[in-house]
């Protein structure tokens, strides 16, 4: 962290870090601040609650995602590269948690911890139904007249890359992610 970054983001940095790496349940306030380097009263002028800065830290995660995505997806040439770029940006994102011990999806991780109708978890399974969405669009663009068959295939790559994520995280390296992608294209290669 650096002295030009303003309170609210110094909190959401410490935030992201130690949510992801202790759990958002076993990471109080007062740990957040002293990562973050600032009061507790600058908490919360900056958040409500703890719960709104989850909701930050999610959302942030999710346009972190967004950004790599975004990246990987201006250097695919072709549909079926466009879609391997969704695997892509998984592993690309997967980087900025090494420093912090991988554990697999933030957000997933984050959501586990949620209870059952929290915001939260529902920014989480919008990631996850994007992710999806990707897949159908850039499938369509292989396959146009597939149908129902493409909305089957997306599914099936959304759940291998989750779970590759998964088993990642309890890898605490991106070797699974990188089989799911090789798994995927072939899979491609089959539609």
Same mark, same amino acid.
């Given at each position: 962290?650096?002295?030009?970054?303003?309170?609210?983001?110094?909190?959401?940095?410490?935030? !992201?870090?130690?949510?992801?790496?202790?759990?958002?349940?076993?990471?109080?306030?007062?740990?957040?601040?002293?990562?973050?380097?600032?009061?507790?009263?600058?908490?919360?002028?900056?958040?409500?609650?703890?719960?709104?800065?989850?909701?930050?830290?999610?959302?942030?995660?999710?346009?972190?995602?967004?950004?790599?995505?975004?990246?990987?997806?201006?250097?695919?040439?072709?549909?079926?590269?466009?879609?391997?770029?969704?695997?892509?940006?998984?592993?690309?994102?997967?980087?900025?948690?090494?420093?912090?011990?991988?554990?697999?999806?933030?957000?997933?991780?984050?959501? !586990?911890?949620?209870?059952?109708?929290?915001?939260?978890?529902?920014?989480? !399974?919008?990631?996850?139904?994007?992710?999806?969405?990707?897949?159908?669009?850039?499938?369509?663009?292989?396959?146009?007249?597939?149908?129902?068959?493409?909305?089957?295939?997306?599914?099936?790559?959304?759940?291998?890359?989750?779970?590759?994520?998964?088993?990642?995280?309890?890898?605490?390296?991106?070797?699974?992610?990188?089989?799911?992608?090789?798994?995927?294209?072939?899979?491609?290669?089959?539609?």
């Amino acid at each position: 962290m650096t002295d030009r970054m303003t309170a609210k983001d110094r909190l959401l940095e410490a935030a !992201a870090e130690l949510f992801y790496s202790q759990g958002v349940g076993a990471t109080g306030i007062d740990a957040i601040t002293a990562k973050a380097g600032v009061a507790k009263m600058s908490l919360y002028n900056n958040f409500e609650s703890k719960a709104e800065l989850v909701n930050a830290y999610i959302q942030r995660r999710r346009d972190e995602w967004r950004a790599v995505y975004e990246v990987r997806l201006a250097q695919a040439k072709t549909p079926q590269e466009r879609v391997l770029a969704v695997f892509d940006s998984y592993v690309d994102h997967a980087e900025v948690a090494y420093a912090w011990g991988f554990r697999g999806c933030g957000l997933l991780n984050a959501a !586990a911890e949620l209870p059952i109708g929290d915001p939260g978890r529902a920014a989480v !399974a919008a990631q996850k139904d994007e992710a999806e969405h990707l897949f159908k669009t850039h499938l369509r663009e292989i396959r146009p007249d597939a149908g129902p068959e493409i909305d089957a295939t997306a599914e099936h790559l959304s759940f291998l890359l989750e779970g590759a994520m998964q088993r990642a995280g309890l890898d605490g390296h991106d070797a699974r992610l990188k089989s799911a992608r090789k798994i995927a294209l072939t899979i491609l290669e089959q539609l």
